[in-house]
């Protein structure tokens, strides 16, 4: 009997900078796939604001968009099911499960079944997230996530919390445990010199599960003297409300000379300000593998960060502080950084680009990614 040729079907909820750290990842796990010669082709949905970044995308077949309708949290989209369709794939990659298009592939995968269906969740099916809008999730799992999970052929965990999440939901689960990559070679790395202000970078979705707010409460617990020398720079995007929320903050705590909001970065500005950064921080509560901490590490920085971020081996490393998602501990683990010598902060940035490039390598990703496909 011949095996079917293997083309692959990426899905994703949006291919702009609208999803996060999944605009990169997915992005780069896909030019990743087409280098070891894998046909494959990307669907999603697009906000038409956001339309030029489909550009970015370096694939053969120029990503299917397809336009998404408000509220962008579930995103209808009509013409899904027909584009992927017109697809036909062998083998369906699923990024993401609270939105139309993870219920548009149980659709397809319960009209043909024979069609392999694999479920990355990028972190949604953490704890945290269940928990997160819990009544809009029990309705959504009710009516086709539980049934998702039961017709998924494999599961693509990005750590090991991520891996125990799946298997709290079903027990036999196939799962590669796979993390997500960065290429080091697109970042310069910092000098970490501290020229009399200790530059502090948070990069990314701007959300209460990410604890910017327990940073700003952090630095005003801090001694006079070590807070007028931290300059902390807020780089990321989020629902307008609690942003407003977080500046009223900064005033209420005395904080407009430490604080700068600088709003979303990509690109080489993003690339700029890690380069210009002495430490990089993210205290949040859930997370699957945070791009913006291997953009860190490449960067040469060395980073703040909670548990809950999906690292496990590099919680016991030098260019790592573990903090916990509490003032109180984000501040003791800033007096840990800041009373580094100048040449010990050379060596731990030092370790962490190395660590980067050694580690996280997107050939071999993708590498692991198409062995996976091709057991199913």
């Known amino acids: 009997m011949v095996k079917p040729e293997l083309k692959i079907a990426i899905l994703v909820m949006s291919m702009t900078r609208r999803a996060g750290g999944l605009f990169y990842s997915v992005r780069y796990l896909a030019?990743?796939?087409?280098?070891l010669f894998v046909s494959l082709r990307v669907l999603s949905g697009c906000e038409h604001e956001y339309h030029s970044d489909v550009d970015k995308w370096k694939l053969a077949h120029e990503p299917e968009c397809v336009y998404k309708f408000k509220p962008y949290s579930f995103g209808y989209m009509p013409r899904y099911s027909r584009?992927?369709?017109?697809?036909?794939?062998?083998?369906?990659?699923?990024?993401?499960?609270?939105?139309?298009?993870a219920w548009a592939a149980l659709r397809y995968k319960k009209r043909f079944p024979d069609v392999k269906l694999v479920i990355s969740p990028r972190g949604m099916l953490d704890e945290w997230s269940l928990e997160n809008s819990k009544f809009k999730k029990m309705i959504a799992r009710f009516l086709y996530v539980e049934t998702l999970v039961?017709?998924?052929?494999?599961?693509?965990a990005l750590c090991q919390r991520e891996k125990q999440s799946i298997l709290a939901i079903r027990a036999n689960a196939n799962i590669l445990l796979s993390s997500n990559g960065v290429d080091a070679s697109q970042y310069s790395v910092s000098s970490c010199e501290v020229n009399g202000l200790f530059k502090l970078l948070f990069l990314g979705r701007i959300h209460p599960k990410k604890g910017v707010d327990k940073i700003l409460r952090a630095l005003s617990l801090l001694p006079h003297e070590m807070r007028v020398k931290i300059k902390f720079t807020i780089a990321g995007w989020?629902?307008?409300?609690?942003?407003?929320s977080l500046q009223r903050l900064v005033e209420k705590l005395f904080l407009s000379d430490v604080v700068e909001f600088?709003?979303?970065?990509?690109d080489d500005e993003k690339t700029s300000l890690l380069q210009s950064s002495n430490a990089f921080i993210l205290p949040s509560l859930s997370e699957g593998l945070p791009m913006a901490v291997l953009e860190a590490w490449a960067s040469?920085?060395?980073?703040?960060?909670?548990?809950?971020c999906g690292f496990t081996e590099e919680m016991n490393s030098r260019f790592v502080v573990r903090i916990q998602h509490s003032p109180e501990s984000i501040a003791e683990g800033l007096v840990k950084l800041m009373i580094k010598s100048q040449d010990e902060l050379y060596s731990i940035s030092k370790e962490a680009r190395q660590h980067a490039e050694r580690s996280y390598s997107w050939d071999y990703l993708g590498m692991e990614m198409l062995d996976f496909y091709k057991s199913l």
């Open 150 to 156: 039961e017709c998924a052929d494999g599961f693509h």
């Open 238 to 244: 989020g629902d307008k409300s609690y942003e407003d």
């Open 31 to 35: 030019e990743s796939l087409e280098r």
């Open 83 to 101: 584009k992927l369709k017109e697809m036909k794939p062998t083998l369906i990659h699923l990024h993401g499960i609270w939105s139309y298009h």
């Open 262 to 266: 600088v709003g979303a970065a990509y």
């Open 300 to 308: 040469g920085l060395p980073t703040l960060l909670t548990s809950q």
